[in-house]
């Protein structure tokens, strides 16, 4: 272990890179204390006891306890995720977007480009909803017009700069930001929900067994969620050589279970999030989607979860773009056809284990919500599964398969170079 963590340092690149990613998220989490601008701090300190409850809750996990702290960073990376559903909605139905995205790395620009003004957008409106609706009153302590301009402005130059860091992340960093940002405030709220359940469980008589079952059956789900994420269909291709027919060379093209990876939860978080905020607003005595362990509740969130699998899985992977690649360089899936006959197997293919994956994904999901009433606390169930663990397991996979990747580069050029000088 010790060996791997040693030779991980030595590579300056992949270095550089961990220490970037620190460094950037030493930067958000510092923001994410820093509070709004005229507010009263004695009101500001009885208020932050109270926590928020439901969907609200899940969300104040999401953004680090910034919602909670009423930093300039409450809005945390969601304006950014509302603008990336927004865009990929209109490359499926607007035309203009449609023929941007298959323009290649300049079309790829180009919807960055525009998904960093529909975030600005959206960030206004948000933070709008949030200084109008979530904010108390009680602890703003100069209320009038030029707060709420200001505020605005600072939530909305805060998701700006979240967003820009979160690109720099991904740039020279480790790994996605997006999921880097999420996770690191999810990972902060851990030891608290630990020494919470620890705490609600000390007085009874049989501590120790309750919290080591606890323990297991959360090693149990994590390393479940482990296996299921890098379950692969290989789906055999044979490419005929120059020399011959005879000489065939096969390959295999690895399709995930889980193409997808976390956006889909991500996304169908948000849609509940809005869905929430309405339902307020519509009925402010009741409202039923703020329960995040009702049934109804549940079962939209699991309906959205397998309706945007298979909608990112579209988005991301292309039938028939994987079929013309093949026939272009002379391969050919056995007793396949090329062509036609190819893109529709792979698409049959594609849809079973999306559908096993979307369910794997909605299962995973729902779990803290049956959790939670074998008395465990309403924090700590929130590990056990759902969205938190979903995102930090699949942010170390992919952080785990990146520092693979500087390790066969950076042994392969110490090769060549020992070979050279022999």
């Given at each position: 272990?010790?060996?791997?963590?040693?030779?991980?340092?030595?590579?300056?690149?992949?270095?550089?890179?961990?220490?970037?990613?620190?460094?950037?998220?030493?930067?958000?989490?510092?923001?994410?204390?820093?509070?709004?601008?005229?507010?009263?701090?004695?009101?500001?300190?009885s208020q932050n006891t109270n926590s928020y409850i439901g969907i609200f809750n899940m969300i104040n996990m999401f953004v680090g306890d910034a919602l909670e702290h009423f930093s300039i960073f409450s809005l945390g990376i969601m304006p950014y995720i509302s603008a990336s559903i927004l865009m990929q909605l209109m490359t499926f139905f607007v035309p203009f977007f449609k023929k941007i995205q298959r323009d290649g790395i300049y079309g790829y620009n180009q919807i960055n480009q525009w998904i960093r003004i529909?975030?600005?957008?959206?960030?206004?409106?948000?933070?709008?909803?949030?200084?109008?609706?979530?904010?108390?009153?009680?602890?703003?302590?100069?209320?009038?017009?030029?707060?709420?301009?200001?505020?605005?402005?600072?939530?909305?130059?805060?998701?700006?700069?979240?967003?820009?860091?979160?690109?720099?992340?991904?740039?020279?960093?480790?790994?996605?930001?997006?999921?880097?940002?999420?996770?690191?405030?999810?990972?902060?709220?851990?030891?608290?929900?630990?020494?919470?359940?620890?705490?609600?469980?000390?007085?009874?008589?049989?501590?120790?067994?309750?919290?080591?079952?606890?323990?297991?059956?959360?090693?149990?789900?994590?390393?479940?969620?482990?296996?299921?994420?890098?379950?692969?269909?290989?789906?055999?291709?044979?490419?005929?050589?120059?020399?011959?027919?005879?000489?065939?060379?096969?390959?295999?093209?690895?399709?995930?279970?889980?193409?997808?990876?976390?956006?889909?939860?991500?996304?169908?978080?948000?849609?509940?999030?809005?869905?929430?905020?309405?339902?307020?607003?519509?009925?402010?005595?009741?409202?039923?989607?703020?329960?995040?362990?009702?049934?109804?509740?549940?079962?939209?969130?699991?309906?959205?979860?397998?309706?945007?699998?298979?909608?990112?899985?579209?988005?991301?992977?292309?039938?028939?773009?994987?079929?013309?690649?093949?026939?272009?360089?002379?391969?050919?899936?056995?007793?396949?056809?090329?062509?036609?006959?190819?893109?529709?197997?792979?698409?049959?293919?594609?849809?079973?284990?999306?559908?096993?994956?979307?369910?794997?994904?909605?299962?995973?999901?729902?779990?803290?919500?049956?959790?939670?009433?074998?008395?465990?606390?309403?924090?700590?169930?929130?590990?056990?599964?759902?969205?938190?663990?979903?995102?930090?397991?699949?942010?170390?996979?992919?952080?785990?398969?990146?520092?693979?990747?500087?390790?066969?580069?950076?042994?392969?050029?110490?090769?060549?170079?020992?070979?050279?000088?022999?």
């Open positions: 272990m010790f060996n791997i963590i040693s030779n991980l340092w030595n590579i300056i690149e992949l270095r550089n890179r961990i220490l970037n990613t620190i460094y950037y998220i030493s930067i958000y989490r510092l923001g994410s204390y820093i509070v709004l601008p005229g507010m009263d701090p004695l009101l500001y300190k529909i975030t600005l957008v959206m960030s206004i409106i948000q933070g709008i909803i949030f200084i109008k609706f979530q904010m108390p009153s009680a602890i703003i302590a100069e209320k009038g017009t030029c707060f709420i301009l200001y505020s605005i402005i600072l939530l909305s130059s805060g998701t700006m700069f979240i967003m820009w860091l979160s690109e720099k992340i991904t740039l020279k960093g480790i790994g996605n930001g997006i999921s880097i940002i999420i996770m690191t405030g999810i990972i902060i709220k851990f030891p608290y929900a630990l020494f919470y359940e620890i705490k609600s469980k000390i007085a009874s008589y049989y501590f120790f067994p309750i919290i080591l079952f606890e323990l297991i059956l959360f090693t149990l789900i994590m390393f479940f969620i482990i296996t299921i994420t890098q379950i692969t269909r290989k789906i055999p291709v044979e490419y005929v050589s120059n020399i011959g027919y005879n000489n065939l060379s096969k390959n295999y093209i690895p399709l995930k279970i889980n193409s997808s990876g976390i956006m889909p939860i991500i996304f169908a978080q948000f849609i509940m999030f809005c869905i929430s905020l309405i339902s307020g607003f519509l009925n402010q005595n009741r409202n039923v989607f703020d329960n995040y362990n009702s049934i109804l509740y549940n079962v939209m969130f699991s309906v959205l979860i397998i309706l945007f699998s298979y909608c990112y899985t579209i988005f991301i992977i292309n039938p028939n773009n994987i079929s013309e690649n093949i026939k272009k360089n002379g391969g050919y899936i056995p007793n396949i056809n090329p062509g036609i006959e190819t893109s529709i197997y792979i698409d049959t293919i594609l849809k079973k284990i999306t559908l096993i994956g979307s369910l794997f994904l909605a299962t995973i999901a729902i779990i803290p919500s049956f959790i939670i009433n074998f008395n465990i606390t309403n924090i700590f169930a929130q590990f056990y599964g759902g969205t938190s663990l979903i995102i930090i397991i699949s942010s170390i996979l992919e952080i785990i398969e990146q520092s693979k990747s500087y390790l066969i580069v950076h042994y392969y050029n110490n090769l060549i170079y020992k070979t050279n000088k022999i």
